[in-house]
């Protein structure tokens, strides 16, 4: 009975495990490090740099993206540098962005797409979002473009609210735990 429990334990973690790992295949997300780990800062000098990165690519070069990105709270985007050196930002409205890139950008664990530079105008509470938005077969999901197809990308799921990064207030909210909880688990 202690191995048949033994192997159930072992087989589930590592379906979870797998289950993980696909679920963050191609995700993008917004992030203000290079490295696409932090997506929640308490405080933020007055300009400050945002990423859009693209984490676990499963290509090993992409030829662009499309996404819509829209920031909520007193801030602004003052300039832009793409990944690449040469660039087409084919649509036109506010926050929606349509790379073409000139050359396949080579991808690794972790990418970034875009550096922005940001000013925060007053010290209140700023939420990123992430979708599709124009250029994306999807306007739930950003898409990754290669070669001349396009691929959707999944989105982290960030800071909750709906949000994919925030500056302030990142507190985590928890949950109860009790013994009798953690008692019910193995009932």
């Known amino acids: 009975m202690k191995k048949l429990v033994s192997v159930s334990i072992l087989l589930v973690s590592s379906l979870l495990a797998g289950l993980a790992q696909a679920q963050t295949e191609n995700m993008m997300g917004v ?10 800062i308490e405080n933020v000098p007055d300009l400050f740099d945002v990423f859009l990165v693209l984490h676990n690519p499963t290509f090993e070069a992409i030829d662009g993206f499309a ?16 990944n690449s050196s040469q660039v087409f930002n084919v649509c036109d ?12 950008l080579p991808t690794i664990e972790t990418t970034w797409l875009i550096r922005w530079l940001m000013f925060r105008m007053e010290e209140e509470t700023i939420g990123f979002t992430l979708t599709g938005g124009m250029g994306s077969p999807d306007p739930l999901f950003p898409a990754i473009l290669v070669g001349s197809e ?13 949000f994919v990064a925030r500056i302030g207030d990142c507190t985590v909210p928890t949950a109860p735990r009790t013994f009798d909880f953690l008692k019910a688990l193995y009932r």
Do not use: K, R, W
Request: net charge negative.
């Open 31 to 40: 992030y203000f490090d290079e490295a696409g780990t932090i997506n929640c």
């Open 67 to 82: 996404c819509h990105v829209q920031v909520q709270g007193p801030c602004m985007f003052l300039s832009g540098t793409y």
């Open 93 to 104: 409205p506010p926050g929606h962005i349509c790379a073409v890139f000139g050359e396949p």
């Open 150 to 162: 396009s691929y959707l990308a999944t989105v982290d799921p960030g800071v909750g609210d709906g």
